[in-house]
């Protein structure tokens, strides 16, 4: 899943869709992968996932990351990714 990282926000949360990425906000800053282990509670948490289920696979250096998933099936994480979404546009 493609995301987009905002650091040093004054909330951490799921804000939206940008493009084909998820824009995400934490309050962690930039440093020593604090807003790395930041981004993958948050999302883990959104997703009822452990996040034991998530890594960073790219752009771990970068706002722009590529987070891979296991432990879940593609349907099951497709279906918990829409209700995601969903829910962040109805804010």
Same mark, same amino acid.
């Given at each position: 899943? !493609?995301?987009?990282?905002?650091?040093?926000?004054?909330?951490?949360? *799921?804000?939206?869709?940008?493009?084909? %990425?998820? #824009? /995400?906000?934490?309050?962690?800053?930039?440093?020593?992968?604090?807003?790395?282990?930041?981004?993958?509670?948050?999302? !883990?948490?959104?997703?009822?996932?452990?996040?034991?289920?998530?890594? *960073?696979?790219?752009?771990?250096?970068? %706002?722009? #990351? /590529?987070?891979?998933?296991?432990?879940?099936?593609?349907?099951?994480?497709?279906?918990?990714?829409?209700?995601?979404? !969903?829910?962040?546009?109805?804010?």
């Amino acid at each position: 899943m !493609a995301v987009r990282v905002s650091p040093g926000a004054k909330q951490s949360r *799921i804000q939206g869709r940008l493009g084909n %990425r998820l #824009k /995400v906000r934490v309050v962690a800053p930039p440093e020593a992968g604090r807003a790395n282990e930041g981004v993958l509670e948050l999302i !883990a948490s959104a997703l009822g996932l452990s996040v034991r289920n998530l890594e *960073i696979v790219a752009g771990s250096s970068s %706002r722009d #990351k /590529v987070i891979a998933f296991s432990g879940i099936d593609d349907a099951d994480l497709r279906a918990r990714l829409a209700t995601l979404v !969903a829910s962040v546009g109805a804010e």
